[in-house]
């Protein structure tokens, strides 16, 4: 796709025989336009990102002097956490932790000549809390190295076939010099946990003390000697250690500042200034819009409302049947107030309709048009992957933390509880719908009512949802493209461009002087990361997916499960028998169609397809499959009762037969029943069988016809002489059943004897 915008890890390349302002392949690292700032990194030589004018590498990109390019990673840095081994992961996290700091402060790194002193020093110290030992160059390397590949964690991972490093060793870091001159040493774990108890005993409490008191309180509990009133036992002071013994001033509220913004929320519920806390800072609209509003696709807001509106089934052409009202899903850009997603459906909140959620907002709208059948009479010219998503903090989280796997790598974020203004453009977005709505089209109405005005609502319904999409999208695209939003923020600069306070002009100026959070997207690879994910477990004969992905009963107990067939599982010994404990995998499905799912491999997404004891669900969705399963216990329960039933006469013969030769036997001794000659009590039986079985040969072969017996007779004279001799013959001939009866007698003879 062509564009004449750049976006964070796009590769630019010189076009050749142009005056181009690079000379080698670059990859885009940081973007700022305020600042008219653009690092990109030379990938031949991965030194430090070299520093552009944005605004000449954008118009070297509209005179087509520059190229951009996507950014291709190999396989292995693709794969999922459950397919790195063990060893690699830990190695990738710690350093990944140690680089941290300075892709937290990317910008500072970046523009500072002397790579952000204070940066580095948070760097060495967090590895030497990981316990790696590391010099400057290597530490560059490592950030480098995590930006040339997209900023993305497997960086890290070692290259399949590469071999292993050799560990190194290094000279050992001495602390921090003080002002005094003298030489402090690092600060360890010990210490950490002695400073967050100081902090949850002085700081985070109803009267919190100042640093400075708090690491007064430090020297006199962890890093002094009581001095002991030797006449009355008394603690009167304390010996403080000398400056090289101890941390420092500076390291004690370098780490107690770090550990308090980690837990800000619990230090403001433990000073109880939430209440304040919420009313003058974290509730005000302009910061939380400075932060979240940086640019377009920083941050989309997603909300649900059941709409005031009754509508009548699609299918009834005489629109008789009603079918209630429908939720709406709504998705707005926090920068520009753009609505760049909504969804109609009777559905309830789930996994899946957070996935519809996010892949209307995310694909191509266009397609999504077509596909529901709704005309497109304004440009919708929004597409491409978010960083963050928001929502409410008491809806929507579970199924949103189910609707996408980590490949996704989307943000979630929440707005708190008594913050809904955080959220109050997309809620304000349905009360736009609805105002519109009211009075336009039938049956629609307030929000409280009484009971009798709402039978007259539903009574005045005529639309279909296709129609409400038709009428909804034109009013969003509209709104996009031309309403003169009052509210909408704009700057200096923006005013400066000619950007009014329209929407979309807003979101298109992002995406040229803005750019770095909207990421590009395939259709079907977006389309797979959003499947509901699930977890799998391998048998000998099967894949099975538990009954809680599919649905749950009304009791809350989970269903039965589904097997599966799955070829890459069965060709790669995952289903032997003697493995020991079953292997357990990762899944993406489509809760309405269960014919197939997806399984995580190392090698890539593949199929599972119903195995054959679950074939009668092919093309159901999980509802239906759910119902099926129900009806078909209830079904197999009562056959099995009729079963039991139809047996009891068997039970009730056997009884019957038994009682009746117990009449008719005599009394009989443990010797006689065990010297007596099986093979002579058998001859009666044997006999009988042997009469039965010739008497069944003769009644089979009795319609054999004699013609056909005659062709393969010996031809023989037709005088008396012959016939007399042919008789006399035939007369002689033992029969073919006798000699039958006598091999099965002799045979059967020998057997028992």
């Given at each position: 796709?062509?564009?004449?915008?750049?976006?964070?890890?796009?590769?630019?390349?010189?076009?050749?025989?142009?005056?181009?302002?690079?000379?080698?392949?670059?990859?885009?690292?940081?973007?700022?336009?305020?600042?008219?700032?653009?690092?990109?990194?030379?990938?031949?030589?991965?030194?430090?990102?070299?520093?552009?004018?944005?605004?000449?590498?954008?118009?070297?990109?509209?005179?087509?002097?520059?190229?951009?390019?996507?950014?291709?990673?190999?396989?292995?840095?693709?794969?999922?956490?459950?397919?790195?081994?063990?060893?690699?992961?830990?190695?990738?996290?710690?350093?990944?932790?140690?680089?941290?700091?300075?892709?937290?402060?990317?910008?500072?790194?970046?523009?500072?000549?002397?790579?952000?002193?204070?940066?580095?020093?948070?760097?060495?110290?967090?590895?030497?809390?990981?316990?790696?030992?590391?010099?400057?160059?290597?530490?560059?390397?490592?950030?480098?190295?995590?930006?040339?590949?997209?900023?993305?964690?497997?960086?890290?991972?070692?290259?399949?076939?590469?071999?292993?490093?050799?560990?190194?060793?290094?000279?050992?870091?001495?602390?921090?010099?003080r002002n005094d001159g003298s030489v402090g040493r690092m600060r360890t774990e010990r210490d950490e946990k002695h400073i967050q108890a100081i902090a949850r005993t002085h700081i985070m409490c109803a009267n919190p003390k100042t640093y400075e008191e708090a690491y007064s309180e430090y020297k006199d509990k962890y890093a002094s000697d009581p001095v002991v009133d030797h006449e009355t036992g008394e603690i009167v002071?304390?010996?403080?250690?000398?400056?090289?013994?101890?941390?420092?001033?500076?390291?004690?509220?370098?780490?107690?500042?770090?550990?308090?913004?980690?837990?800000?929320?619990?230090?403001?519920?433990?000073?109880?200034?939430?209440?304040?806390?919420?009313?003058?800072?974290?509730?005000?609209?302009?910061?939380?819009?400075?932060?979240?509003?940086?640019?377009?696709?920083?941050?989309?807001?997603?909300?649900?409302?059941?709409?005031?509106?009754?509508?009548?089934?699609?299918?009834?052409?005489?629109?008789?049947?009603?079918?209630?009202?429908?939720?709406?899903?709504?998705?707005?850009?926090?920068?520009?107030?753009?609505?760049?997603?909504?969804?109609?459906?009777?559905?309830?909140?789930?996994?899946?309709?957070?996935?519809?959620?996010?892949?209307?907002?995310?694909?191509?709208?266009?397609?999504?048009?077509?596909?529901?059948?709704?005309?497109l009479n304004e440009p919708w010219d929004i597409e491409g992957k978010c960083r963050m998503i928001m929502v409410d903090n008491a809806e929507f989280r579970a199924e949103l933390e189910r609707s996408f796997s980590k490949d996704a790598h989307i943000e979630q974020i929440y707005n708190t509880e008594g913050n809904s203004q955080q959220k109050g453009l997309v809620e304000r977005k349905h009360k736009t719908l609805e105002?519109?709505?009211?009075?336009?089209?039938?049956?629609?109405?307030?929000?409280?009512?009484?009971?009798?005005?709402?039978?007259?609502?539903?009574?005045?319904?005529?639309?279909?949802?296709?129609?409400?999409?038709?009428?909804?999208?034109?009013?969003?695209?509209?709104?996009?493209?031309?309403?003169?939003?009052?509210?909408?923020?704009?700057?200096?600069?923006?005013?400066?461009?000619?950007?009014?306070?329209?929407?979309?002009?807003?979101?298109?100026?992002?995406?040229?002087?803005?750019?770095?959070?909207?990421?590009?997207?395939?259709?079907?690879?977006?389309?797979?990361?959003?499947?509901?994910?699930?977890?799998?477990?391998?048998?000998?004969?099967?894949?099975?997916?538990?009954?809680?992905?599919?649905?749950?009963?009304?009791?809350?107990?989970?269903?039965?499960?589904?097997?599966?067939?799955?070829?890459?599982?069965?060709?790669?010994?995952?289903?032997?028998?003697?493995?020991?404990?079953?292997?357990?995998?990762?899944?993406?499905?489509?809760?309405?169609?269960?014919?197939?799912?997806?399984?995580?491999?190392?090698?890539?997404?593949?199929?599972?397809?119903?195995?054959?004891?679950?074939?009668?669900?092919?093309?159901?969705?999980?509802?239906?499959?759910?119902?099926?399963?129900?009806?078909?216990?209830?079904?197999?329960?009562?056959?099995?009762?009729?079963?039991?039933?139809?047996?009891?006469?068997?039970?009730?013969?056997?009884?019957?037969?038994?009682?009746?030769?117990?009449?008719?036997?005599?009394?009989?001794?443990?010797?006689?029943?065990?010297?007596?000659?099986?093979?002579?009590?058998?001859?009666?039986?044997?006999?009988?069988?042997?009469?039965?079985?010739?008497?069944?040969?003769?009644?089979?072969?009795?319609?054999?016809?004699?013609?056909?017996?005659?062709?393969?007779?010996?031809?023989?004279?037709?005088?008396?002489?012959?016939?007399?001799?042919?008789?006399?013959?035939?007369?002689?001939?033992?029969?073919?059943?006798?000699?039958?009866?006598?091999?099965?007698?002799?045979?059967?003879?020998?057997?028992?004897?």
């Amino acid at each position: 796709m062509t564009r004449d915008f750049i976006q964070l890890n796009d590769i630019i390349t010189p076009v050749h025989g142009e005056n181009s302002p690079i000379s080698a392949a670059h990859i885009v690292v940081f973007i700022d336009a305020t600042t008219n700032r653009l690092f990109a990194m030379n990938l031949k030589t991965k030194n430090k990102p070299d520093w552009f004018s944005f605004s000449e590498i954008t118009e070297a990109l509209k005179d087509q002097r520059i190229a951009c390019g996507e950014l291709k990673l190999p396989d292995y840095m693709l794969l999922s956490d459950q397919y790195i081994p063990e060893n690699q992961r830990i190695k990738r996290d710690q350093k990944l932790a140690v680089i941290r700091p300075i892709i937290q402060q990317l910008e500072t790194f970046l523009v500072s000549r002397s790579y952000g002193k204070r940066l580095i020093q948070k760097c060495f110290e967090a590895a030497q809390e990981a316990g790696i030992k590391l010099h400057r160059t290597q530490l560059y390397k490592w950030v480098y190295t995590y930006l040339s590949v997209g900023s993305i964690p497997n960086a890290f991972l070692r290259k399949p076939g590469s071999g292993q490093s050799q560990n190194k060793v290094y000279t050992k870091k001495t602390g921090p010099r003080r002002n005094d001159g003298s030489v402090g040493r690092m600060r360890t774990e010990r210490d950490e946990k002695h400073i967050q108890a100081i902090a949850r005993t002085h700081i985070m409490c109803a009267n919190p003390k100042t640093y400075e008191e708090a690491y007064s309180e430090y020297k006199d509990k962890y890093a002094s000697d009581p001095v002991v009133d030797h006449e009355t036992g008394e603690i009167v002071s304390y010996k403080h250690y000398s400056p090289e013994l101890r941390l420092s001033e500076f390291q004690f509220k370098a780490y107690l500042a770090d550990f308090l913004r980690e837990n800000r929320e619990t230090v403001i519920a433990k000073q109880g200034k939430t209440d304040s806390f919420n009313k003058d800072k974290k509730g005000l609209k302009g910061t939380f819009d400075n932060f979240y509003a940086q640019g377009p696709g920083h941050v989309y807001q997603i909300d649900e409302t059941p709409l005031s509106i009754e509508l009548v089934d699609e299918f009834d052409p005489l629109r008789q049947r009603r079918v209630g009202r429908p939720t709406c899903y709504t998705v707005v850009d926090t920068f520009s107030r753009a609505w760049v997603g909504l969804l109609i459906t009777f559905q309830k909140a789930s996994a899946h309709t957070a996935r519809e959620v996010l892949f209307t907002a995310f694909r191509n709208k266009q397609k999504f048009c077509e596909e529901i059948g709704v005309k497109l009479n304004e440009p919708w010219d929004i597409e491409g992957k978010c960083r963050m998503i928001m929502v409410d903090n008491a809806e929507f989280r579970a199924e949103l933390e189910r609707s996408f796997s980590k490949d996704a790598h989307i943000e979630q974020i929440y707005n708190t509880e008594g913050n809904s203004q955080q959220k109050g453009l997309v809620e304000r977005k349905h009360k736009t719908l609805e105002d519109f709505l009211f009075g336009v089209v039938p049956g629609v109405s307030k929000t409280k009512i009484a009971e009798h005005l709402k039978r007259k609502v539903r009574k005045d319904a005529l639309l279909n949802i296709r129609e409400l999409y038709q009428i909804l999208i034109d009013f969003i695209t509209r709104y996009n493209n031309h309403y003169p939003l009052e509210t909408l923020p704009i700057s200096k600069e923006m005013r400066r461009d000619g950007v009014r306070k329209i929407p979309m002009e807003k979101f298109n100026w992002g995406l040229r002087n803005r750019g770095g959070f909207l990421r590009e997207v395939d259709e079907r690879q977006l389309f797979l990361e959003l499947l509901e994910v699930g977890e799998v477990t391998v048998h000998p004969s099967h894949v099975f997916l538990p009954g809680k992905y599919i649905k749950k009963s009304d009791s809350g107990s989970s269903g039965r499960g589904l097997r599966y067939t799955c070829g890459w599982t069965l060709n790669n010994g995952l289903q032997e028998k003697n493995i020991g404990k079953r292997p357990r995998l990762s899944c993406r499905f489509m809760r309405y169609s269960m014919s197939k799912i997806y399984i995580e491999t190392s090698d890539g997404l593949q199929p599972a397809y119903l195995d054959e004891s679950d074939r009668l669900y092919e093309h159901m969705s999980d509802e239906q499959i759910s119902s099926a399963k129900k009806e078909e216990a209830i079904e197999m329960q009562a056959l099995a009762e009729q079963y039991a039933e139809k047996q009891s006469a068997t039970r009730v013969s056997a009884k019957n037969a038994v009682s009746t030769a117990k009449h008719q036997q005599a009394e009989i001794t443990i010797n006689e029943a065990n010297t007596q000659d099986l093979s002579l009590n058998k001859e009666a039986g044997l006999n009988a069988e042997i009469a039965a079985s010739k008497a069944l040969f003769e009644n089979m072969t009795k319609e054999i016809s004699p013609s056909t017996e005659e062709v393969f007779e010996p031809k023989v004279s037709d005088t008396p002489s012959s016939k007399k001799e042919c008789s006399s013959q035939e007369s002689n001939e033992p029969d073919i059943s006798d000699i039958f009866a006598e091999k099965m007698a002799s045979q059967l003879n020998r057997r028992n004897q």
